[in-house]
């Protein structure tokens, strides 16, 4: 079975341009989890969806990002306008959601903002 | 502030030595705890896990210690093999539902070395 599947998984922009990262979830599982890495916080939850709808996006770091999830096996996360400050590696995640579901991590999407 | 925390950055330990990484957490309301392994340009990957309610979760070479009153949580690997070598994320959830429908809090990762 695939797992997460991450595209792209290498992405390098300027400063100022719009950024799209796509996640293709688990077939099957019901939430959505978006995470960020980097050297100085380490990995962060963004965002996270159950059942296509955001449950909590405080981990947002500001009005730059949004994320969308139109259905079951798509989601989306923009970056718009980016800044060299958002190079890190970005990481999609599901699980079947409820009880002790594990989460399946994509490989990531190492972004780049020069 | 970081409401989970793994103060040793790195650890090497001797092949088929017992390998002990630690965890603290801050946050009270956690009730579900989880290891996860990661290599380089891969996303981390489930090793173990424990509840609230437990004390200790076994799996083979990994034992998950929780200590409540402590607030502290160890990952035991014995015994370690070259495989081993990755980065080893703690990583603990608020929510009832043990992490599957939950965000995770993640520490900031131990990189354990098994030296041959």
């Known amino acids: 079975d695939a797992g997460v599947i991450q595209s792209p998984r290498h992405e390098v922009t300027e400063m100022g341009q719009e950024v799209t990262l796509r996640c293709k979830p688990i077939s099957g599982h019901n939430s959505l989890f978006w995470y960020r890495q980097t050297m100085m916080r380490g990995l962060e939850l963004l965002i996270y969806?159950?059942?296509?709808?955001?449950?909590?996006d405080s981990g947002m770091p500001e009005d730059r990002f949004s994320a969308k999830m139109p259905n079951a096996s798509f989601s989306t996360l923009k970056i718009q306008p980016s800044e060299p400050r958002d190079s890190a590696v970005y990481f999609c995640?599901?699980?079947?959601?409820?009880?002790?579901?594990?989460?399946?991590f994509g490989p990531g999407t190492r972004l780049t903002v020069l | 502030d970081q409401q989970v925390k793994q103060n040793s950055p790195s650890l090497s330990v001797q092949e088929g030595r017992i390998s002990i990484l630690n965890c603290d957490y801050t946050n009270s309301m956690f009730d579900y705890f989880l290891w996860y392994k990661k290599y380089p340009a891969e996303g981390p990957t489930f090793l173990i896990s424990i509840s609230s309610i437990k004390d200790k979760n076994e799996d083979g070479r990994f034992t998950v210690f929780l200590n409540k009153s402590a607030k502290h949580l160890s990952l035991h690997i014995v015994p370690s093999q070259p495989g081993d070598s990755a980065v080893y994320f703690c990583a603990a959830s608020d929510g009832m539902s043990g992490g599957g429908a939950d965000g995770l809090t993640f520490g900031k990762g131990t990189h354990l070395i098994i030296q041959p």
């Open positions: 969806f159950n059942n296509n709808v955001p449950i909590d």
């Open positions: 995640a599901s699980s079947l959601g409820g009880g002790t579901g594990t989460q399946y």
